[in-house]
């Protein structure tokens, strides 16, 4: 990696942490279908989204979906979409590995009722400061980076480099801003090695003032983090998170949170 010129704002863009109100909302499915061979779509819908609230595109509501056992379990997911107008909201499902809210997700009908809670609040990085986006991760970071491109303005210029498992599970996306989508392809079983998006992340030059976001598998994530640190890419245009653990279940790090919360 080569950086270009000196950040002009090495402390980062700006952060705003905006609370929402903490609450359960019950919503029924609308639509289900594959995206890719590994990725589900959920539309839900119901009355309860009226004030339902996700500013950023990195959010997270947990769903509490029944386990085999019969108890409920908490799990959290990307809101991929969200129209308040409609009332509904669509959660994309990663389907790289057994687990209740793959189970149910995998099995929902429209119809079917689940209960979510959040977002408690979202973290607004200042659009007007960041024109240059590098998005890393794999596919259970593919609905937050997909949410990003599609918002985005023509003027930003976003690079995302994706681990999937197959040339299928690939994804286009429709946006008014110039993207460069770069796919890394690896199985399942090496979700947790960070080389295969490292191979590619070394022959990229980032310009300045470029905000580097990264999730995924939490040592993959980790690792990519450190990468760009070594490099002297300024901590404040860096978000990392851990999304999953391999070999854990319901497991997430908070690896490198970005700039100061204004």
């Known amino acids: 990696?080569?950086?270009?010129?000196?950040?002009?704002?090495?402390?980062?863009?700006?952060?705003?942490?905006?609370?929402?109100?903490?609450?359960?909302?019950?919503?029924?499915?609308?639509?289900?279908?594959?995206v890719t061979p590994g990725m589900l779509r959920i539309v839900f819908s119901g009355e309860d989204?009226?004030?339902f609230a996700s500013l950023a595109?990195?959010?997270?509501?947990?769903?509490?979906?029944?386990?085999?056992?019969?108890?409920?379990?908490?799990?959290?997911?990307?809101?991929?979409?969200?129209?308040?107008?409609?009332?509904a909201l669509t959660i994309d499902f990663a389907l790289h590995d057994a687990g209740p809210a793959t189970d149910w997700a995998v099995a929902a009908r429209p119809g079917d009722v689940l209960e979510i809670g959040g977002p408690k609040s979202s973290k607004?990085?200042?659009?007007?400061?960041?024109?240059?986006?590098?998005?890393i991760g794999d596919e259970t970071a593919l609905p937050a980076i997909g949410r990003h491109i599609e918002e985005a303005e023509a003027a930003v210029q976003i690079t995302s480099v994706a681990a999937v498992t197959s040339t299928d599970d690939q994804q286009r996306f429709t946006t008014a801003a110039?993207?460069?989508?770069?796919?890394?392809?690896?199985?399942?079983?090496?979700?947790?090695?960070?080389?295969?998006?490292?191979?590619?992340?070394?022959?990229?030059t980032v310009a300045p003032d470029t905000f580097v976001w990264i999730a995924g598998e939490a040592k993959v994530a980790r690792a990519v983090r450190d990468h760009f640190i070594a490099q002297g890419h300024p901590a404040g245009w860096l978000k990392a998170g851990g999304y999953w653990v391999m070999g854990r279940a319901d497991a997430h790090e908070r690896i490198h949170e970005s700039a100061s919360l204004g």
């Open 178 to 204: 110039e993207v460069t989508s770069l796919w890394a392809l690896r199985p399942a079983g090496a979700a947790d090695d960070p080389e295969t998006l490292l191979s590619i992340i070394r022959t990229l």
């Open 124 to 135: 607004v990085i200042a659009a007007s400061e960041v024109r240059r986006w590098l998005l």
């Open 49 to 51: 989204l009226a004030d």
């Open 57 to 87: 595109f990195d959010d997270h509501v947990k769903l509490f979906v029944p386990t085999r056992s019969g108890a409920v379990e908490g799990r959290d997911y990307t809101p991929r979409r969200c129209d308040r107008q409609t009332r």
């Open 1 to 34: 990696m080569n950086l270009l010129a000196p950040f002009k704002r090495r402390n980062g863009p700006r952060v705003d942490r905006v609370r929402h109100e903490p609450k359960r909302r019950l919503l029924r499915v609308e639509t289900s279908r594959r």
